[in-house]
């Protein structure tokens, strides 16, 4: 057995503030974006990454707790069609200060989700997402899911 993380870790932090603006706002589109300062902060516990896999093999990686302040944007646009579809798209953009004298490389985050009404409660979601987060993997990542979601409103 090969343990990764202990308990409650990783402990990611994203703090940011900033101005927003909104660009569209009607019953089909909605568009803004938003930017600003921000902070991240990263405790791995001495977690590692899985770098390689091979059988009877692993190649692990440590993470280093990592703490960064910088430069943080928004954007976010979202399409709805005939109150039964809906496709939203959010991109998170932070440039540490530190690499502002340094080729600038961010790290983001890119959610799309496209949701398809089926009823009163439920709806069916496809989400994709990409990133690349430094604080963690210089890598680029990607996770995708479809979902069933479910909503009842009391109030």
Request: no cysteine; hydrophobic share 45%; aromatic share 10%.
């Amino acid at each position: 057995n090969v343990r990764l993380f202990g308990p409650l870790a990783p402990l990611v932090f994203v703090e940011d503030a900033g101005l927003a603006l909104t660009v569209v706002d009607d019953d089909a589109v909605t568009i803004g974006v938003r930017g600003g300062p921000g902070f991240r902060q990263a405790y791995f516990d001495g977690g590692r990454f899985i770098r390689e896999s091979e059988p009877g093999r692993l190649l692990l990686q440590r993470l280093d707790d990592n703490t960064a302040f910088g430069g943080v944007g928004t954007a976010t646009a979202e399409v709805r069609l005939f109150g039964t579809v809906s496709v939203s798209s959010r991109f998170d953009a932070f440039v540490p200060a530190k690499q502002l004298s340094e080729t600038v490389v961010p790290a983001f985050r890119w959610d799309n989700t496209a949701a398809v009404r089926l009823g009163r409660y439920a709806s069916v979601a496809y989400q994709v997402s990409v990133r690349r987060d430094d604080v963690a993997l210089p890598e680029l990542q990607t996770l995708q899911g479809l979902q069933l979601r479910v909503s009842y409103g009391i109030f």
